[in-house]
């Protein structure tokens, strides 16, 4: 999907927070060296910046990485940019749902409604129209995806709360509104009321 692994590398600190070198090696491919070589170069551009010992990305970052996505979107197979376009209108219908779960965990917590609201997520996340081969950089970016929703919603099956919507670990509602967010940018929209803020 991008030119470079700098490229991906920024890609995905701007859209995981607070990596880790070591994270990101894994999330891209690289040995952990390389990793390191990777951040360096791309905090010597001052796309990323360093907070106690994880990435974040910059204003200068957000620019590039919407430049190199700017880039694909140019270069893209049709069928790519198609899924991207089909994917995100099955999103939203899937959004509303996925809202209502979350914004009901989170004003009525309780040990019961850990397993309900799982469900629901699950549901949510088996309507959405996954691509059923991976071939392709957006059939695979939505596979990872696709993993990432699964196992976050069988720890909350499993009675861990903090997989709905914790923030010190990953969780369904930080996954979900990453996946949001990259749909919007490999889109190439702009956030609507659809959308929900």
Do not use: C
């Not at 690289?30 to 905090?43: C, K």
């Not at 059923?132 to 709360?161: F, H, M, S, W």
């Amino acid at each position: 999907m991008f030119d470079t692994k700098a490229a991906e590398a920024l890609h995905v600190i701007r859209f995981r927070s607070g990596v880790s070198v070591d994270e990101l090696a894994d999330l891209v491919g690289v040995p952990g060296d390389d990793a390191w070589t990777l951040v360096d170069g791309i905090r010597r551009a001052g796309y990323v910046r360093s907070v106690r010992g994880s990435f974040i990305v910059t204003a200068d970052g957000v620019a590039a990485d919407d430049a190199a996505v700017h880039r694909w979107r140019d270069r893209a197979p049709r069928a790519d940019l198609d899924l991207v376009e089909e994917f995100d209108r099955h999103f939203l219908t899937a959004n509303e749902i996925v809202k209502a779960a979350i914004s009901n965990w989170q004003a009525n917590r309780s040990e019961e409604l850990v397993r309900e609201v799982a469900a629901q997520l699950r549901s949510a996340v088996g309507d959405l129209a996954f691509p059923a081969d991976g071939d392709g950089d957006v059939a695979r970016l939505l596979e990872t995806y696709r993993q990432r929703l699964i196992k976050v919603v069988e720890r909350a099956e499993g009675g861990n709360p903090a997989a709905l919507s914790g923030i010190r670990a990953e969780s369904f509602h930080s996954v979900w509104m990453e996946l949001h967010a990259e749909l919007l940018q490999l889109n190439g929209r702009v956030r609507t009321d659809a959308d929900g803020y």
